[in-house]
């Protein structure tokens, strides 16, 4: 879990400030138009052992590693309108359930990390359990939906439940970028 946390922050990095290489990827799997109202644009939701976090994303963006072939989806809430932050690599970018896992490599599997407050970096929480279920990717309006659940550990041993999970219209940002 150590070795995956600096990882994790090095990929966010890289995802969120690589803008200079896309590559359009050109299709829809879904019509968006099914996937919420029109008012509901950009919003990330879920609950942290019962408590309530509304924010919207702040990187949604289609990732490939260099010495692999797939598309995977990197997912991070905006730290600057709630402080209360998820950051997760899919190992995917279609519609499908993402599962995460303790025993993960890092760049093989779905992981991530959750952070009580981004402002301490220091105070960080990796993704051990639970999924990720992503119900629309529309690269052409560019628009992702989605649920999950997951379970976060940090370096104490100390737990925490994300529940209730929501993205709804989350803002993909276009193209694939490479890593």
């Known amino acids: 879990?150590?070795?995956?946390?600096?990882?994790?922050?090095?990929?966010?990095?890289?995802?969120?400030?690589?803008n200079n290489k896309t590559a359009s990827t050109g299709n829809s799997e879904k019509n968006s138009a099914d996937a919420g109202s029109s008012k509901d644009k950009n919003v990330i939701s879920f609950k942290v052992d019962g408590d309530n976090v509304k924010t919207s994303g702040w990187n949604i963006r289609l990732f490939k590693w260099s010495n692999q072939p797939d598309v995977w989806m990197?997912?991070?809430?905006?730290?600057?309108?709630?402080?209360?932050?998820?950051?997760?690599?899919?190992?995917?970018?279609k519609p499908g359930t993402y599962s995460?896992?303790?025993?993960?490599v890092t760049m093989e599997?779905?992981?991530?990390?959750?952070?009580?407050?981004?402002?301490?970096?220091?105070?960080s929480y990796s993704i051990v359990g639970g999924s990720f279920v992503i119900t629309d990717v529309d690269t052409v309006h560019h628009i992702v939906n989605g649920t999950f659940s997951l379970k976060a550990k940090n370096t104490k041993?100390?737990?925490?439940?994300?529940?209730?999970?929501?993205?709804?219209?989350?803002?993909?940002?276009?193209?694939?970028?490479?890593?």
């Open 109 to 123: 599997t779905s992981h991530g990390s959750y952070h009580p407050d981004y402002n301490d970096l220091s105070n």
């Open 157 to 179: 041993g100390e737990t925490l439940n994300i529940t209730d999970g929501k993205i709804i219209n989350g803002a993909l940002k276009p193209g694939t970028i490479s890593l």
């Open 74 to 93: 990197n997912i991070t809430s905006d730290m600057h309108k709630e402080k209360r932050t998820i950051d997760v690599n899919l190992n995917g970018a």
């Open 1 to 18: 879990m150590k070795k995956i946390f600096p990882l994790c922050l090095i990929a966010l990095f890289v995802v969120s400030c690589n």
């Open 100 to 104: 995460f896992d303790d025993n993960g």
